[in-house]
């Protein structure tokens, strides 16, 4: 999978699974943009890309908001000329059962993820569209394909990046730009640490391959789609879930 001069905006990259991309992108020879709210962390994640050997920079960037978005891709070009590939893949839970679900939690799940999603995709479609190349993956999840009680708001919020990534694959397409989804199951990671372990232990049950996925199995399936490889696809939901919702 070679990335090399390639560049890529990672957003919520700083930890978990957006870093775990970020790294596979630098070790294929991509350089890295990644924007994060935690400034402390997006310090230490950019330096720990440059320490492998490739150019990366971060920037402060709250998705749900449109002129933070068009901030950070200004900053990005003006570095680095272009941007090739960009991962949609900041998001958050507020988990609650549908009766005890705040109006704000709800909202700041819709406002954070899915038009986050949306944000950061309507800026950098405009650059992709005139690079007349671009690949752009949106991380969703299971949940947005089979829903999950006590997850109305996230459920929604990754169905809804699934409609988005099909309409804008339809729309892209003749720009060279793809755009496809990643839906990750149950992936060991910070917001799957929290749960009980009784639940924890009952989605696994659910899982055919019998172990929770790590974030470096999605960050292989980000690098599949951000590749060459993957030219001639477009529109798609690649499952990631150890055959979870087959």
Same mark, same amino acid.
């Given at each position: 999978?070679?990335?090399?001069?390639?560049?890529?905006?990672?957003?919520?990259?700083?930890?978990?699974?957006?870093?775990?991309?970020?790294?596979?992108?630098?070790?294929?020879?991509?350089?890295?943009?990644?924007?994060?709210?935690?400034?402390?962390?997006?310090?230490?994640?950019?330096?720990?890309?440059?320490?492998?050997?490739?150019?990366?920079?971060?920037? !402060?960037?709250? /998705?749900?908001? @449109?002129?933070?978005?068009?901030?950070? +891709?200004?900053? *990005?070009?003006? =570095?680095? %000329?272009? #941007?090739?590939?960009?991962?949609?893949?900041?998001?958050?839970?507020?988990?609650?059962?549908?009766?005890?679900?705040?109006?704000?939690?709800?909202?700041?799940?819709?406002?954070?993820?899915?038009?986050?999603?949306?944000?950061?995709?309507?800026?950098?479609?405009?650059?992709?569209?005139?690079?007349?190349?671009?690949?752009?993956?949106? !991380?969703?999840? /299971?949940?947005? @394909?089979?829903?999950?009680?006590?997850? +109305?708001?996230? *459920?929604?919020? =990754?169905? %809804?990046? #699934?409609?988005?990534?099909?309409?804008?694959?339809?729309?892209?397409?003749?720009?060279?730009?793809?755009?496809?989804?990643?839906?990750?199951?149950?992936?060991?990671?910070?917001?799957?640490?929290?749960?009980?372990?009784?639940?924890?232990?009952?989605?696994?049950?659910?899982?055919?391959?019998?172990?929770?996925?790590?974030?470096?199995?999605?960050?292989?399936?980000?690098?599949?789609?951000?590749?060459?490889?993957?030219?001639?696809?477009?529109?798609?939901?690649?499952?990631?879930?150890?055959?979870?919702?087959?």
């Amino acid at each position: 999978m070679d990335l090399k001069g390639k560049i890529a905006f990672v957003t919520g990259g700083a930890q978990g699974i957006g870093k775990e991309i970020a790294v596979a992108f630098v070790r294929h020879g991509a350089d890295i943009i990644i924007g994060d709210i935690n400034q402390s962390v997006l310090e230490s994640t950019v330096s720990e890309l440059r320490t492998l050997g490739g150019k990366a920079e971060g920037y !402060i960037l709250d /998705v749900s908001s @449109l002129a933070s978005c068009e901030e950070a +891709v200004k900053k *990005a070009i003006d =570095k680095f %000329g272009r #941007i090739d590939i960009l991962v949609n893949n900041a998001g958050i839970t507020r988990d609650n059962l549908l009766l005890r679900m705040s109006e704000e939690d709800f909202d700041r799940v819709i406002r954070i993820n899915l038009k986050g999603t949306f944000n950061c995709t309507k800026v950098l479609s405009r650059v992709m569209m005139k690079q007349r190349y671009g690949r752009i993956i949106n !991380i969703a999840s /299971v949940i947005g @394909l089979i829903g999950n009680a006590g997850q +109305v708001n996230y *459920a929604a919020s =990754k169905a %809804g990046i #699934i409609g988005v990534t099909k309409s804008v694959a339809k729309e892209l397409a003749s720009r060279n730009v793809t755009v496809n989804a990643i839906a990750p199951g149950f992936i060991k990671t910070e917001m799957t640490d929290v749960l009980p372990e009784e639940v924890r232990a009952k989605m696994l049950e659910t899982v055919p391959l019998k172990r929770p996925g790590t974030p470096a199995d999605v960050a292989n399936a980000a690098l599949f789609l951000a590749s060459e490889y993957s030219s001639y696809i477009t529109g798609q939901v690649l499952v990631v879930d150890g055959g979870m919702v087959m």
